[in-house]
Structures are given as C-alpha cells and as structure tokens.
C-alpha cells in the first residue's frame, strides 16, 4: 500500500509545499531565522530529532541530557539538528492503556518525520510503547532513522536488598495481598522501587524493545543496555547523532535495513532474552510496516525451538539490566547466538552484523548471560500455543511459569469482565481451588479496548493466603513483561469479536499443554458451536457507533495476532 503524497526528490531538507519553490524556501528561510538561525547554519543537512519528554514520562526524565549529547554529535559532523515534539507514552499515565495510544503515536511518528524537512531523524524513546510506535511510523514514513532509547533505571534498595520496577512491585504486592508484608513496609519500598530516569530495570517491554531495536540493526551496537544516568549514555548519544547524519548522507532508509533476517534476528534475541510477552505483538506489529514480510506468530514458535535462555534477568531469571550491562550487554550475547543469527542482515552503520559484532571490543568473564551450550532455559521461553479454545493462537512465557502447571487439566472458573473479576476475584464466597483454571473473557484489544496488562489475574486471596503462588490463568489481554507466572495471554480470536473464549462457561474442562502446544476446551465440537451461534445472535444490534479515536480503534485494529495496528497503517503486500 503506498503513500499518495508524492516524496521529493533530493535532500529532504529541501522539501517545498508550494508551486514556486524559491519563494517557498524564502518564506521558510524567513521563519527559521525568526528563530535565531543564520543562513550558513540553514545551509546545512537537517537532523530531526524526536523529544518525548513530558511530565507525565518519568521514565524519560533524562531526555534533555541526551538530546543535548545528540546535538553534540550532529554539529560534530557539520549537520544541523532540530528537536520536535511527537505524543509520549507512560506505562502508568496512559488511560485506559498504552497499547491503546500506540498506533496513534506511530502515526503522529509517521506523519511528522515526513510532514517537517529533515534528511535524517534520531528517534529518541524507551519506556514500552514509545520504541515500536517510533519505528512503525519511521518506516512508514522511510526517512533514514535511526533509535535511540532512554536506557534503563538503576536499582534501588529495600532493607538491605536491590529492588527494580516493576517485577519487584508485583512481587511485594502480591505479599501485601497474602499478609506477608504490611502497608508501612509497602510504603517503605514504593519509594525505592523507581529510583530515578530510566525505564524498568528488568527484562519488562522496554528493556525487550531496546534489545529488540539493536538486534533488528536500527540502534547502534552496543546501545540497549546502558543504564539512562551513565556516561555510556551519553556517549551512545553521541554516536547516534553522528550516525544519523551518517544515513542521511547515503541516503540509507528504514526499508534498506529491515528485512526477514532482521527480523528473525530480533526473535532469536527475544527468544534468547526471555523478554516480555508484549514484544511478539510489537515485533509483528512492525514487520507488519514492511511491504512484503510475511512475519507470522509461527515464526516466533518456530524460532523460539531451536533458541535456549541464556540471559540471567527477572523475570524470568534473578539479576537486572545494569548486571546485563556490565556483564557486556547484547553484543555478548549476540556473539553467543553467533550460530543462530543471519550475520549477513545489514545495520544502521552500513555494515553487517557479523563485521559489527568481529570489530566489537572483547568480553570478559561474567555469570548473566550464559553460554550456549549451558542454558537457563532449553528453548522456547516464549511459546505459542493453539488448539479449539485459541484458533489463531495464545501465548505464553513459560520460562517464567510453573513447570508443573505447564500440562494441566482442570475445570473453568470465568470472569466475563475485568468489573466482574475485580467484584469476586477476592470475595470468600467464590468457589475455587488452586486446581482450577481462571479465565477471563472481553479483555482484548477491542473489548477493553486496549488490551490492558491485566493477563496477570491475581491469585485469589483466600488461595494466595493459602500460600498458593501461581494458578493457570487465560485471557485475551496482554500482560507486562515484568510479570511471571502461569499465564496464558493474547488468546486469539479475541471474546469481543466471537472467539471460543467468549463462550467458556464455570465447569468447563480446560486443557493446556505447552510441549505440544495446545490449549483446548474439553466440549463437544456440536456443543461448542452451538454456543458460539448463540452468542452470535445475542450480538446483533449492540455495536453503536462511537465518535472520536475510540470508534477508529475498534474499527480498526487487528488481532493480536497480526500485532494489534490499525489495518489501513499495514505496508501489505
Ligand atoms: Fe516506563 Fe516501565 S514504566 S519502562
Ligand atoms: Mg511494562
């Protein structure tokens, strides 16, 4: 599908909106010196760079450092850089979900970088949605681009031990809730638990998209890990400013880098990280943006069988990203995966990542990222299961789940609504076993809309003051990468548009099986279409039109399957 604005030709700098060009140039000469420019800084290329500082972004508190550091290293090189402002996405500020917002910040992405003359454009981003937003829309757009991520928050300390969001807020949560831990203690660690800029200091969505970005070749090598308040920050920075004036240069564009390898590269990496669930609808999301790639959920299952953990962070491990970091970060593990990887697949740099990773300088010793033939985790930490109750798929962090509920039998007990699981989730009347397995429908991107990161049903309390840690859990939301546990997410179709989950009833058997892949309800075919016809007549008449970015989203999004973008923003074919 392409664009039907016409692209120019020649410096992008030079791009004019009016039929007289030299007019149209010195009336933009007029404004930009308005701004204090002189003709001989005018009479330069012109790096973008994308601010998305905001208030309501703590985790890119330090973006003025970096852009001051990316500015640096544009001058540097005899280019100019100017700062634009494009949304930003906080995790905890975003209603009803930042997955929600997504897609309208890739088009803002999208429609800025192509809308303002720039040669080039640094995309300045981290915390979870903000980096697959940026790149969907850079794509779109095909400007040369270049990422650069805000970097990770260091840890803070609670009673003598490193705390991180946002594993660690889940964690003691989940204690407060079983009785282990009392408020005054939970306000103790909510003051450690984020203890500065940065994005979570754990394997969560950001650190996955940062890892995920360098793997695909559009961030520098190198660049994932560095913790957001270092030196190494600000210096990938710099190096990032310098680079971007580099592509600008030879003209070398999202769609000259991004190929299938690319993105078999970035799953391997995925794969190898344990990293968050969220990642495979934002991967599929962005190859979706590239005319041509055929990326499927089977890619991410069949890479993931050949692909072991090997890298030691929570959730799915013990140790955060600043231990990653100094243990060398993703060019390590990238050497480790060396027989895994295309090596061929080219980079931001112009140059291959087998000749990056042969001139990266030499590791150390170090215990996080494990060599390959002695694994955390065999393979597959990201799992993809079907069968009668997912049709088109389900995933799972088995890594990061209870080995013996991995294959598991046991009667339903069903939430038709994130209201009706917050009524009766902890209500002492709700009849319920650590046996059971607790689904909840209408939690999708078109029910919720969104899909909120609620896949992590809580434990009920009167089971979690039991001392019962993990339960089977399905739904079709997503879950935050920061999260562990036994549970089955994205399940597609979705409830709010007729998928079988919508018609799982309490009492129903539920069978999952991780090894051979399969989540399956135990009905009758007759029984279960007979249901699913019922429902489909109960539907008829209900959708009402809604106005605003609310009634565009549920008309457009696509499956989480297909990576939740809106279906007019898919490159296709
Ligand atoms: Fe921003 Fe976790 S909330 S990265
Ligand atoms: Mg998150």
Same mark, same amino acid.
């Given at each position: 599908m392409?664009?039907?604005?016409?692209?120019p *030709?020649?410096?992008?700098s030079g791009?004019?909106?009016? =039929?007289?060009e030299?007019?149209?140039?010195?009336?933009?000469?007029?404004?930009?010196?308005?701004a204090?420019?002189?003709?001989d800084?005018?009479?330069?290329?012109?790096i973008?760079?994308?601010?998305?500082?905001?208030?309501y972004?703590p985790?890119?508190? !330090?973006?003025a450092?970096?852009?001051?550091a990316?500015?640096?290293?544009?001058?540097?090189?005899?280019?100019?850089?100017?700062?634009f402002?494009?949304i930003?996405?906080h995790e905890?500020?975003?209603y009803?979900?930042?997955?929600?917002?997504?897609?309208?910040?890739?088009?803002?992405?999208?429609?800025?970088?192509?809308?303002?003359?720039m040669?080039?454009?640094?995309?300045i981003?981290g915390?979870?949605?903000?980096?697959?937003?940026?790149?969907?829309?850079?794509?779109s757009?095909?400007?040369?681009a270049?990422?650069?991520?805000?970097?990770?928050?260091?840890?803070?300390s609670?009673?003598?031990?490193?705390?991180g969001?946002?594993?660690d807020c889940?964690?003691?949560?989940?204690?407060?809730?079983a009785?282990e831990?009392?408020?005054?203690e939970?306000?103790?660690?909510?003051?450690?638990?984020?203890?500065g800029a =940065? *994005?979570?200091?754990?394997?969560?969505?950001?650190?996955?998209?940062?890892?995920?970005?360098?793997?695909?070749?559009?961030?520098?090598?190198?660049?994932?890990?560095p913790?957001?308040?270092?030196s190494?920050?600000l210096?990938?920075?710099e190096?990032?400013?310098?680079?971007?004036?580099?592509i600008?240069?030879?003209?070398?564009?999202?769609?000259?880098?991004?190929?299938?390898?690319n993105?078999?590269?970035?799953?391997?990496?995925?794969?190898?990280?344990?990293g968050?669930?969220?990642?495979?609808?934002?991967?599929?999301?962005?190859a979706g943006?590239?005319?041509?790639i055929?990326?499927?959920l089977?890619?991410?299952?069949?890479?993931?069988?050949?692909?072991?953990?090997?890298v030691?962070?929570k959730?799915s491990?013990?140790n955060?990203?600043?231990?990653?970091?100094?243990?060398g970060?993703?060019?390590?593990?990238?050497?480790e995966?060396?027989?895994?990887l295309?090596? !061929?697949?080219?980079t931001? *740099?112009?140059?291959t990542?087998?000749e990056?990773?042969?001139?990266?300088?030499?590791?150390?010793?170090?215990?996080?990222?494990?060599?390959?033939?002695?694994? &955390?985790?065999?393979?597959?930490?990201?799992?993809?299961?079907r069968g009668n109750? @997912?049709?088109n798929?389900?995933?799972?962090?088995?890594?990061?789940?209870?080995?013996? &509920?991995?294959?598991?039998?046991?009667?339903?007990?069903?939430?038709?609504?994130a209201?009706?699981l917050?009524n009766?989730i902890?209500?002492?009347? &709700?009849?319920v076993?650590p046996?059971?397995?607790l689904?909840?429908?209408?939690?999708?991107?078109?029910g919720?809309?969104?899909?909120p990161?609620?896949?992590?049903?809580?434990i009920p309390k009167?089971l979690?003051?039991?001392?019962?840690?993990?339960?089977?859990r399905?739904s079709?939301?997503r879950m935050?990468?920061t999260?562990?546990?036994?549970?089955?997410?994205h399940v597609a179709p979705?409830?709010?548009?007729?998928?079988?989950l @919508?018609?799982?009833?309490?009492g129903?058997?539920i069978?999952?099986?991780?090894?051979s892949?399969s989540? !399956?309800?135990?009905?009758d075919?007759?029984e279960?279409?007979?249901?699913?016809?019922v429902?489909?007549i109960?539907?008829?008449?209900?959708r009402?039109?809604?106005?605003?970015?609310a009634?565009?989203?549920?008309?457009?999004?696509?499956?989480?399957?297909?990576?939740?973008?809106?279906?007019?923003l898919?490159?296709?074919?």
């Amino acid at each position: 599908m392409s664009n039907d604005i016409e692209e120019p *030709t020649g410096l992008r700098s030079g791009l004019t909106n009016y =039929g007289d060009e030299e007019f149209a140039l010195f009336l933009r000469k007029a404004f930009i010196k308005g701004a204090g420019y002189t003709d001989d800084a005018l009479d330069r290329r012109i790096i973008g760079i994308v601010d998305t500082s905001s208030g309501y972004n703590p985790c890119h508190g !330090n973006s003025a450092s970096l852009i001051e550091a990316v500015k640096r290293g544009i001058l540097l090189c005899g280019a100019l850089p100017i700062t634009f402002p494009i949304i930003s996405l906080h995790e905890s500020f975003a209603y009803p979900t930042s997955m929600y917002l997504r897609n309208l910040m890739s088009m803002d992405a999208e429609e800025m970088i192509r809308a303002q003359p720039m040669d080039a454009v640094v995309l300045i981003g981290g915390c979870d949605k903000t980096v697959p937003a940026e790149l969907m829309g850079a794509i779109s757009a095909n400007v040369p681009a270049i990422q650069l991520v805000v970097g990770p928050m260091l840890t803070g300390s609670h009673g003598g031990v490193r705390v991180g969001a946002c594993t660690d807020c889940r964690r003691f949560w989940a204690r407060y809730r079983a009785g282990e831990v009392d408020i005054e203690e939970l306000g103790r660690v909510n003051n450690e638990l984020v203890p500065g800029a =940065g *994005t979570c200091g754990v394997m969560g969505t950001a650190s996955t998209m940062a890892c995920i970005a360098e793997a695909l070749g559009i961030s520098p090598l190198g660049s994932a890990t560095p913790p957001a308040v270092s030196s190494a920050r600000l210096r990938v920075a710099e190096q990032t400013g310098k680079l971007a004036v580099a592509i600008g240069e030879k003209l070398i564009r999202p769609l000259d880098i991004l190929k299938k390898e690319n993105f078999e590269n970035a799953i391997t990496v995925l794969q190898a990280l344990g990293g968050s669930t969220n990642a495979i609808v934002h991967i599929l999301a962005i190859a979706g943006r590239v005319p041509g790639i055929n990326l499927t959920l089977d890619d991410i299952d069949r890479i993931g069988r050949k692909t072991p953990l090997l890298v030691d962070l929570k959730p799915s491990g013990e140790n955060y990203m600043e231990d990653f970091h100094n243990a060398g970060g993703l060019p390590v593990l990238l050497r480790e995966l060396r027989s895994l990887l295309h090596l !061929n697949a080219l980079t931001i *740099t112009g140059r291959t990542l087998g000749e990056e990773l042969d001139t990266y300088p030499p590791s150390h010793k170090q215990l996080i990222i494990r060599p390959l033939a002695d694994p &955390l985790f065999p393979s597959s930490a990201l799992a993809v299961l079907r069968g009668n109750l @997912a049709p088109n798929g389900a995933v799972i962090k088995q890594s990061a789940a209870t080995k013996g &509920l991995l294959s598991h039998i046991g009667p339903a007990v069903v939430f038709s609504s994130a209201l009706d699981l917050a009524n009766r989730i902890d209500s002492e009347d &709700l009849e319920v076993s650590p046996d059971n397995v607790l689904v909840l429908q209408n939690i999708g991107s078109v029910g919720a809309p969104g899909m909120p990161e609620a896949g992590l049903i809580p434990i009920p309390k009167k089971l979690a003051r039991q001392g019962v840690k993990d339960m089977v859990r399905i739904s079709d939301r997503r879950m935050s990468g920061t999260a562990a546990g036994t549970v089955v997410l994205h399940v597609a179709p979705e409830s709010a548009i007729g998928g079988p989950l @919508a018609v799982v009833r309490d009492g129903d058997l539920i069978s999952i099986d991780v090894e051979s892949r399969s989540l !399956n309800i135990r009905i009758d075919p007759s029984e279960l279409q007979r249901r699913l016809h019922v429902w489909e007549i109960a539907q008829n008449g209900k959708r009402k039109r809604e106005r605003g970015y609310a009634g565009l989203y549920k008309t457009a999004v696509l499956g989480a399957e297909l990576g939740a973008d809106f279906d007019f923003l898919t490159a296709g074919e």
